[in-house]
């Protein structure tokens, strides 16, 4: 059966619609709360939200689906994703509910859901549980929320753990924070202010409805300012559940997940920490950074799009670390997931050791023009057959053979095809990018 709720990253959508209704939500709850008990008696689970205004009701919905079936639950409130993971596994959470959409703006918002072990719920699970929520739809339900009330301590406890990575102190390095007005606001600051840090945090008063809204790390602009004009070491912008990490040298230049995980790449290494001298990425990291590490007897293993079949990989594999160009990075050895403010803590520690800053210690990494187009669509069955569309394809992979990729793929959480153009040269990189998306849009009419 195909999956009508759950997409690759848990469910998504506006809230207060279908899927994010009310009725849906609370048997989410009733769900997820039947699930918990099948697998551990007085079964407890950890919620937390983003700072989306939707967050609390969402919670309550959930909370009350929950106690219908006898389960308990401890509510974190504003947290980051990998915040409720770490909470999950450290806490002997049968499972962890985080109430996010991410990067979306405010009115989506979304459900995501973590295992006993702080990893994402296998396929099977969700599959489960998405049956018995569409049959409680069909059998009709009346939604009851319960009120909840922010446990305190477990903010702390996340806390605790980020500060217990690292022995290094920032003692006066000025850094300036992009909070995004999302859920690192509070937590972002307070880590980097106990380990010594000048810091300047910049949209960090969310109001419910400013979440991401021209700011965070999908929107660069205001961090580079920020950096350039306080004179900053460093600067580094998080999403709006936290969950990844972009980040701006002193001079403005902005510095990927592909630099990141070079960075990373190369002093796990030299530490005798990279497992197999491995480095997992996906399909959409530039070739430049395959280049360089091949160079430095790395290997790059790519995966498809999403952290997901990253950490697939890298557990079978054993590899210590993955990551996305878009900021996702994963320290197997201190998580089961992306973290974007661990990952600020990794990349500053890995600076401030070099000596360098992010310019410095990125600077041989040569980047391939690569330029990414999506397309709105309406059905993505067949697409990439017809004719048309296959034709720009084919003749874009047999000019850039060797030279460059063409990743032609879909959005797992919108309607939209992403097509992806890299190569030597910028002017072939335009031009077929431009051929393949207009394909698609005339094939999408």
């Not at 446990?151 to 605790?160: F, I, K, M, P, S």
């Not at 990927?256 to 005798?272: F, I, N």
């Not at 996305?324 to 997931?337: K, L, M, P, W």
């Not at 401030?352 to 999506?374: F, H, I, S």
């Amino acid at each position: 059966m195909a999956k009508q709720l759950f997409g690759t990253d848990g469910i998504r959508g506006v809230a207060g619609e279908y899927p994010l209704d009310p009725l849906t939500i609370y048997a989410f709850g009733i769900a997820l709360g039947e699930d918990a008990v099948a697998h551990q008696a007085n079964p407890e689970i950890v919620i937390g939200t983003d700072t989306r205004e939707s967050g609390p009701w969402i919670a309550e919905l959930v909370a009350g689906g929950l106690a219908s079936r006898g389960v308990r639950v401890r509510y974190a409130g504003v947290i980051t994703t990998p915040g409720v993971a770490y909470l999950t596994r450290a806490g002997d959470f049968v499972a962890g509910a985080m109430i996010s959409a991410s990067h979306n703006p405010y009115q989506d918002n979304g459900l995501k859901l973590f295992g006993h072990s702080g990893f994402k719920l296998p396929d099977e699970e969700e599959d489960t549980i998405e049956r018995e929520i569409l049959r409680l739809r069909e059998q009709g339900v009346t939604p009851a929320p319960v009120p909840l009330q922010v446990d305190e301590a477990l903010d702390r406890q996340y806390l605790g753990f980020l500060l217990s990575t690292t022995a290094m102190r920032f003692d006066g390095v000025k850094m300036v924070l992009d909070c995004g007005n999302g859920a690192s606001f509070r937590l972002g600051p307070d880590l980097f202010g106990r380990l010594g840090a000048e810091v300047i945090a910049i949209n960090a008063e969310p109001n419910g409805r400013n979440i991401n809204l021209g700011c965070g790390a999908m929107h660069l602009g205001p961090l580079q300012r920020a950096v350039v004009e306080h004179g900053s070491e460093y600067g580094v912008a998080f999403d709006g559940d936290a969950d990844r990490a972009i980040f701006v040298a002193r001079s403005g230049k902005v510095v990927d997940g592909d630099a990141v995980m070079m960075a990373a790449a190369r002093a796990l290494k030299a530490a005798g920490r990279l497992h197999g001298d491995t480095l997992v990425s996906t399909v959409m990291s530039n070739l430049g950074l395959e280049k360089v590490l091949e160079r430095d007897g790395i290997r790059m293993v790519r995966t498809a799009v999403g952290d997901k079949y990253v950490l697939e990989e890298m557990l079978r594999l054993g590899a210590a670390l993955g990551g996305e160009q878009s900021g996702h990075v994963i320290f197997r050895d201190y998580a089961t997931t992306g973290d974007g403010l661990l990952t600020a803590l990794r990349v500053f520690e890995i600076a401030g050791r070099a000596g360098a800053g992010l310019d410095e210690l990125t600077e041989d990494l040569r980047v391939y023009p690569q330029k990414l187009v999506n397309v709105r669509i309406r059905e993505k069955q067949g697409l990439l057959e017809l004719p048309a569309v296959a034709e720009e394809i084919r003749n874009a992979e047999s000019s850039l053979a060797g030279t460059g990729r063409v990743l032609v793929r879909f959005s797992g959480t919108e309607p939209l095809a992403r097509v992806m153009v890299e190569a030597e040269d910028a002017g072939q990189v335009e031009h077929f990018v431009n051929r393949i998306a207009d394909a698609i849009r005339n094939a999408a009419v």
